[in-house]
C-alpha cells in the first residue's frame, strides 16, 4: 500500500513537472522573438578582414544562398547600403 502512494506520487510529482517546463518554454519562447540581424551586428560577427563589406566567403546562412540577389553591383562583396536595399526574406506562416 505503502509502495503504491509512493509511485503515484513520483509520477504526479513527474507529470507536473514536465507541464510546467513545457508551457514556461513555450511562452518563454514567444515573447522573445528575434528581429532580423542588422548590418552592423553581421559585420561584428562575420566580417573576418575587417575591411566593412562581407564576402561570400565570410558569410553563412540565408545571406550565403541569396549573396548574388544582395551583391547588386556584383563586386563580390555586401555593402550597408545593398544589405539594406536586399529584398526581405518571406516569413512562414503564423503560428498560433
Partial sequence: MKNNR????VLVFG?????ATSSFGQSQN?????SPPT???????????ENGK?????????LKKDFDKVDTDEDGFISAEEFAEAPKPKRGPKRQ
Fill in 6 to 9: 509512493i509511485k503515484t506520487a
Fill in 15 to 19: 507529470a507536473i513537472l514536465f507541464f
Fill in 30 to 34: 514567444k515573447q522573445e522573438r528575434k
Fill in 39 to 49: 548590418f552592423k551586428e553581421l559585420l561584428e560577427k562575420m566580417d573576418a578582414d
Fill in 54 to 62: 562581407l564576402s561570400k566567403d565570410e558569410i553563412k546562412g540565408p
